[in-house]
């Protein structure tokens, strides 16, 4: 079992910059892959970001893609999300997700889907 907790969400006008982090346990987080996903009222889950375990190959949306950054620090149980350049649009709900890195598959469709643990989520809100 993996519990994932987010933080960092808030209100932030358009233009400006927001981290989220989440913090991981119950697991050999080193052992994980990690993403990102939203949803906005009214609308579908979307994925935003993924990054396998050891930090070095990462996924991103076209929609976030230039401003938004993934990261991990396995020491601290922990994957980031830098999003910089916050649109209206990109108000939702945030939340992590984990599984298991399969290390048989490295393609952006095996990255966007298919994990088995999810955090609570945070609120992320941009002004115009």
């Known amino acids: 079992q993996v519990q994932l907790v987010e933080s960092g969400g808030g209100l932030v006008q358009a233009g400006g910059s927001l981290r989220l982090s989440c913090e991981a346990s119950g697991r050999a987080f080193s052992s994980l892959a990690a993403g990102w996903f939203r949803q906005a009222p009214g609308k579908e889950r979307e994925f935003v970001a993924a990054i396998r375990w050891n930090g070095r190959i990462t996924y991103y949306a076209d929609s976030v893609k230039g401003r938004f950054t993934i990261s991990r620090e396995n020491a601290k149980n922990t994957v980031y999300l830098q999003m910089n350049s916050l649109k209206p649009e990109d108000t939702a709900d945030y939340y992590c997700?984990?599984?298991?890195?399969?290390?048989?598959?490295?393609?952006?469709?095996?990255?966007?889907?298919?994990?088995?643990?999810r955090g609570q989520g945070t609120q992320v809100t941009v002004s115009t």
């Open positions: 997700a984990a599984k298991v890195d399969d290390y048989s598959c490295s393609t952006y469709a095996c990255y966007s889907d298919g994990y088995n643990y």
